[in-house]
């Protein structure tokens, strides 16, 4: 099992560099920590050169910081802070639950992917788990810090999952811990209030912040799912271990639960509370997986036995491995940006993940065509001018050509050089004939 732990952590820091970024998320935050690396500003994320601050600063900055120590290679260097968060993550699975917990962690399927993407989740995972760690040997200083960390990391839900995870396991316990615990998590929490007072300093950025807030709880909500819908993620996100979760419910059934309090109380206060929201994405619930390791671990050596659970990990990491840079080749807006190439870029009706793609790779923020009359203009400039235009309502490539040969406003004619639909995103690439 040690050999395995250090094959994992080896693949953690293989397979970074050589691939692109991948849609949907990568290319947004790779390109707001780009940004971040060249304004030096880490108290306002930016996306395209305006604030964006659904999420806090911290993981961009880690991003932006990897960025100005390897300039050279920015598609692996966005990724390293990930790969970095995830092996803190085991290692403190590992101390919590020993090898096999944190070998089951680090080769379930979603946690390795975010391990190789650059991801705001990653931070949120290492933290949260600091966070329940802390909190079992009763450091509630360092637990409430690392709650701190996990909300600069990814906003409230860094502080939610593990103080309901931790609150309902001194209540199970029964032994009136919470009242001791309370203050000093919340003089843990004492980084986010800086923050905050830091963000109230620059009016515009503070109006920004609270707007995109209220803005987000009153749209339309994304990644809509039925209240069950993590039972159905768990099959794949945790992969390949699901396939001993049957036996891991008939094993807890029958040793009974109480040395298995902690990590029950982690894995089920999260899975309850994700469930309750309306918007549901398989890697929210990645933040519980070293519970559900923490609970297979001892039960599954007793059964299969370490080699059993070393060829069940193997195996899944090779199936991993072949299916990830398919899944990337197929995904990278920037490879397409690249092809293209061309004397400038401007873009219109871009959705923030190409948006990313195409400034990260051209490093430098893309204008933005607010209408037909300004994309027959930016074309007309130049003719090395292109625009990178995105289907709103269309599904394929050609439909979209088609509705812009119809534009008046484009009577001045375009040639198209390029039109493709990459996963759900259909882009033309147009420029004065």
């Not at 820091?13 to 304004?39: C, K, N, T, W």
């Not at 190789?116 to 040997?137: E, K, P, Q, S």
Request: net charge positive; with cysteine.
């Amino acid at each position: 099992m040690k050999l395995l732990l250090i094959a994992v952590v080896g693949l953690f820091m293989v397979g970074q560099a050589g691939r692109g970024l991948r849609l949907p998320d990568e290319p947004r935050d790779a390109e707001i920590a780009r940004e971040m690396s060249v304004s030096g500003d880490v108290v306002v994320p930016t996306l395209n050169g305006e604030p964006f601050l659904e999420k806090p600063p911290l993981s961009y900055a880690a991003a932006a910081l990897a960025l100005k120590l390897w300039p050279g290679r920015p598609e692996t260097a966005v990724r390293i802070p990930s790969a970095l968060f995830c092996l803190g993550a085991i290692g403190l699975t590992a101390w919590m639950g020993g090898l096999t917990a944190a070998c089951i962690l680090g080769t379930s399927w979603t946690f390795l992917d975010i391990g190789h993407t650059c991801l705001v989740d990653a931070g949120l995972f290492c933290w949260i788990a600091l966070a329940m760690a802390a909190g079992r040997h009763r450091n509630w200083l360092l637990s409430g810090f690392a709650m701190a960390l996990a909300f600069l990391s990814k906003g409230p839900i860094g502080v939610i999952l593990p103080g309901a995870a931790l609150g309902t396991w001194m209540l199970w316990e029964r032994r009136g811990e919470i009242p001791k615990a309370l203050p000093w998590i919340l003089a843990g929490l004492l980084p986010v209030g800086i923050w905050l007072w830091a963000l109230h300093q620059r009016p515009e950025a503070w109006t920004a912040y609270w707007g995109d807030q209220i803005r987000r709880s009153g749209s339309r909500v994304e990644h809509a799912a039925p209240f069950y819908a993590y039972l159905g993620y768990l099959v794949t996100d945790f992969a390949p271990w699901t396939l001993l979760i049957p036996v891991l419910v008939w094993r807890l059934v029958k040793d009974g639960m109480a040395n298995v309090r902690f990590a029950l109380a982690w894995f089920l206060s999260s899975l309850i509370l994700l469930s309750l929201v309306t918007s549901k994405r398989g890697l929210y619930l990645v933040p519980a997986f070293p519970a559900l390791a923490l609970l297979a671990a001892p039960r599954m050596e007793g059964i299969w036995g370490r080699r059993a659970l070393t060829a069940v990990a193997l195996g899944g990491i090779l199936v991993w491995g072949i299916a990830m840079p398919r899944s990337s080749a197929k995904t990278d807006v920037g490879a397409l940006v690249r092809e293209v190439g061309g004397e400038s870029l401007a873009g219109m009706d871009l959705s923030e993940p190409v948006r990313g793609a195409a400034a990260f790779e051209r490093k430098q923020v893309i204008p933005a065509l607010k209408n037909l009359e300004a994309l027959d203009d930016w074309i007309s400039t130049s003719p090395g001018r292109m625009a990178l235009v995105q289907g709103v309502l269309e599904r394929t490539p050609e439909a979209l050509e088609a509705r812009l040969r119809k534009e008046p406003a484009l009577a001045g004619g375009f040639k198209v050089l390029k039109a493709v639909k990459i996963k759900h995103e259909v882009l033309v690439w147009i420029s004065r004939k």
